[in-house]
Structures are given as C-alpha cells and as structure tokens.
C-alpha cells in the first residue's frame, strides 16, 4: 500500500518562502510520475508541478514557473516543494500525489494515491 506523508506548509506574508515535503512509502517509484497540486476554496485542484522519478523530468506550472522547485531525495523517497516569492493567489491547500507512468501527468483523476494536504496561506 503507498502512503504519501506530507509535511510542511503554514503563514506567510507575501514575499516569503516555504518547503513542502512528500515521503512516499510501499513501493518504489521509478516509472512513477510524483505531482504537486493545490486546491484554492471554490476553485478546481490544479496541478503544480509534476516529476517524473525515473530520469527527474520536470513540469511546472506557468503560474509558479521561476518562484518554485520541485526536487528529491531518492534515497529517503522523498519529494520536496520549494515555494519562494510567494502571492496571496498560491494560498490553498496543497497535496502531493502519485500515479503510473508521465502521461496525462495534469489530471488530477489520473493520480492512484494522494497525501493528507496541507494548508498553505500567504498574506498581503
């Protein structure tokens, strides 16, 4: 059974920076695809960023593109999100997921398993 611990997240005022993480569990993952989605309130879960494990092939968002990195640890399993110069429209909760293989990597339905979510809130 994969789990997907997440860790990380809180307050911030708009400029500063946080670090998310994501321990994965239950399997190995190369061929896996590790995405990071956020969901505002009243909004649809939108894709942040996607990894593909085997060779570190990276997506990233246009909205987020140049402010976060996405990078890892293979030895610990371990998927980190590096949020700076955050805005006040990044505030949503975040989750990581994980799914077979890179295609359709920005369907939030394509993802086999998915983390707790974590509360990401930045101030003006």
């Known amino acids: 059974q994969v789990q997907l611990v997440e860790s990380g997240g809180g307050l911030v005022q708009a400029g500063g920076s946080l670090s998310l993480s994501c321990a994965a569990s239950?399997?190995?993952?190369?061929?896996?695809?590790m995405g990071w989605f956020r969901q505002a309130p009243g909004k649809e879960r939108e894709l942040v960023t996607a990894l593909r494990w085997s060779d570190f092939t990276i997506y990233y968002a246009d909205s987020v593109k140049g402010r976060f990195t996405s990078s890892r640890d293979n030895a610990k399993n371990t998927v980190y999100l590096q949020m700076n110069s955050l805005k006040p429209e990044d505030t949503a909760v975040y989750y990581c997921?994980?799914?077979?293989?890179?295609?359709?990597?920005?369907?939030?339905?394509?993802?086999?398993?998915w983390g707790q979510g974590t509360q990401v809130t930045v101030s003006s």
């Open positions: 239950g399997r190995t993952f190369s061929g896996y695809t």
């Open positions: 997921a994980v799914k077979r293989f890179w295609t359709d990597y920005a369907n939030p339905h394509r993802y086999d398993y």
